[in-house]
């Protein structure tokens, strides 16, 4: 049996459209974000995602704590801190009763590196969103929370603030 979508704006039709609507702006931010981040401080979104995300935490992380926080794989988390331990922008450190998991943490040089970034990073996205008015903004940001509070995405660590 094909599901077939109906003909008028009905609930359906109106979340398609939505859906569409956001892929397509979060899109073309975020291609515009990760070309900057990669021409002004040569670093990928990824990473800064990652440093973004040690940068929000009380402490360190573990490396799984990561990967729900970043919705990837452990597999891609492990890439990405070990190249950020060998540009010293973060420790990795074997927790004392399972030395197969790890806590990471932002070093001294990673946390002035990272506040650098984010600065500009602030800076960019103001710029690419700089058309929409305050109070449009603010009325988005609370409707959006439909979604993100929704029952089916609560449960996971990586709710937007």
């Known amino acids: 049996m094909a599901l077939t979508a109906p003909s008028s704006p009905t609930g359906t039709q109106q979340h398609l459209r939505l859906w569409l609507r956001l892929y397509r702006t979060v899109g073309l931010i975020e291609r515009e974000i990760r070309a900057r981040l990669t021409r002004e401080f040569d670093i990928s979104l990824a990473r800064f995602d990652l440093m973004s995300a040690l940068e929000r935490s009380d402490g360190p992380l573990t490396m799984g704590q990561l990967s729900d926080r970043l919705l990837v794989s452990n597999g891609n988390v492990t890439g990405l801190i070990t190249r950020l331990v060998e540009?010293?922008?973060?420790?990795?450190?074997?927790?004392?009763?399972?030395?197969?998991?790890?806590?990471?943490?932002?070093?001294?040089?990673?946390?002035?590196?990272?506040?650098?970034?984010?600065?500009?990073?602030?800076?960019?996205?103001?710029?690419?969103?700089?058309?929409?008015?305050?109070?449009?903004?603010?009325?988005?940001s609370a409707n959006l929370d439909h979604i993100l509070h929704s029952p089916r995405f609560k449960s996971g660590e990586h709710r937007a603030s």
């Not at 001294?108 to 929409?132: K, P, Q, Y």
């Open 87 to 140: 540009d010293g922008w973060v420790t990795r450190t074997p927790l004392p009763n399972d030395r197969r998991s790890f806590h990471i943490e932002s070093t001294a040089t990673g946390r002035e590196r990272f506040a650098e970034i984010a600065a500009a990073h602030a800076v960019w996205v103001d710029e690419l969103l700089n058309a929409v008015p305050p109070d449009i903004a603010d009325a988005l």
